[in-house]
């Protein structure tokens, strides 16, 4: 019913969750975190901030945490995805590909004071929920702050693991944070893992191995 009310337009969607929770009715966690990425995607960060603080302990399942941190991130507000993110753990709340991913999206936003070593920490806490779309961002995060070296364990750890392969976005993100320490050299060589991997480059992939060895 939300989707269908979103899809209808902002207005039909906001009176919409607000009648679903004055008439008390309790939702579950899917439809709470619905309501929240919904009222995010719309621009109402405070009132899907809101809403979230709201919910009681058994409506904050992982889809709605996931849903919270994509709000805030959005509103840039990185120290309430980093806050609830923590919370949901305490509270023990089992962390999924999409939550852990949402927490290192957080990590990879501009603003975030060593985001790197809370990127690290994340995937280490959550080995189980990491997949290969949470171990990109993770590099992404690295090579923010032009962590070469975290950024290429990354990638090889996921080269090696049973998740899945790297995609041509794990490989950008880690030959971009190679341009701070200028290693053209390790640019190129990933170059050619990713060929070798069976992907194609993409312009993405080469034009950061451009502006690596630009830099050198």
């Known amino acids: 019913a939300l989707m269908a009310c979103q899809r209808a337009?902002?207005?039909?969607?906001?009176?919409?969750?607000?009648?679903?929770?004055s008439l008390?009715?309790?939702?579950?966690?899917?439809?709470s975190g619905a309501a929240v990425r919904a009222l995010s995607q719309?621009?109402?960060?405070?009132r899907a901030f809101a809403l979230y603080e709201s919910l009681e302990p058994s409506q904050r399942g992982a889809h709605a945490v996931s849903a919270a941190?994509?709000?805030?991130?959005?509103?840039?507000?990185?120290?309430?995805?980093a806050a609830w993110y923590d919370d949901a753990k305490r509270q023990g709340v089992t962390v999924d590909a999409h939550m852990l991913d949402a927490a290192l999206r957080a990590c990879a936003a501009h603003g975030v004071q060593k985001r790197w070593r809370r990127a690290l920490r994340l995937v280490r806490e959550a080995p189980e929920a990491a997949d290969a779309r949470c171990f990109t961002s993770a590099i992404r995060a690295c090579a923010a702050d032009g962590r070469w070296?975290?950024?290429?364990?990354?990638?090889?750890?996921?080269?090696?693991?049973?998740?899945?392969?790297?995609?041509?976005?794990?490989?950008?993100?880690?030959?971009?944070?190679?341009r701070p320490s200028a290693k053209w050299r390790t640019a190129v060589a990933l170059l050619g893992r990713m060929r070798s991997s069976g992907l194609a480059l993409d312009a993405h992939c080469v034009g950061a191995a451009l502006e690596v060895c630009a830099a050198a």
């Open 69 to 81: 941190l994509n709000a805030a991130t959005r509103a840039r507000r990185w120290d309430l995805a």
């Open 24 to 31: 008390e009715l309790q939702p579950d966690a899917w439809a």
């Open 149 to 178: 070296r975290e950024a290429l364990g990354l990638l090889r750890r996921l080269e090696l693991s049973n998740v899945s392969a790297p995609s041509a976005h794990a490989y950008s993100a880690a030959i971009s944070a190679l």
């Open 9 to 21: 337009g902002r207005h039909s969607l906001v009176v919409a969750i607000h009648t679903l929770y």
């Open 42 to 46: 719309l621009g109402q960060h405070g």
